[in-house]
């Protein structure tokens, strides 16, 4: 079974930088595209970005234009999301996806288990 394995979270001050990681492990691992969501107390999950495997299409939300990148190492299944400018608004628990059968908008249908991250003001 595939399962994705988030790292990197933690409490950063308002400016400051975080880096997110995502793995993918089990058998062996296939799909279109990786992405980051988010999910603030009492709010909806956002989309954050995402990433197309074979082509390296990105898209970012307009809120983390500039301030994140979302990139991949094919050979090791792994995606990563460099968090810079943090503000106190990006405070969530950020969650890896995969996309086996889309592109880098969607549909995501593998989950991580989140990993939080707190940016104090």
């Known amino acids: 079974q595939v399962q994705l394995v988030e790292s990197g979270g933690g409490l950063v001050q308002a400016g400051g930088s975080l880096r997110l990681s995502c793995a993918a492990s089990?058998?062996?691992?296939?799909?279109?595209?990786m992405g980051w969501f988010r999910q603030a107390p009492g709010k909806e999950r956002e989309f954050v970005a995402g990433?197309?495997?074979?082509?390296?299409?990105?898209y970012y939300t307009n809120s983390v234009k500039g301030r994140f990148t979302i990139s991949k190492d094919n050979a090791k299944s792994t995606v990563w999301l460099q968090m810079n400018s943090l503000k106190p608004e990006d405070t969530a628990v950020y969650y890896c996806?995969?996309?086996?059968?889309?592109?880098?908008?969607?549909?995501?249908?593998?989950w991580g288990q989140g990993t939080q991250v707190t940016v104090s003001s």
């Open positions: 089990g058998r062996t691992f296939g799909s279109a595209a």
């Open positions: 996806a995969a996309s086996q059968r889309g592109n880098e908008l969607g549909p995501y249908d593998l």
């Open positions: 990433i197309n495997w074979s082509k390296s299409r990105t």
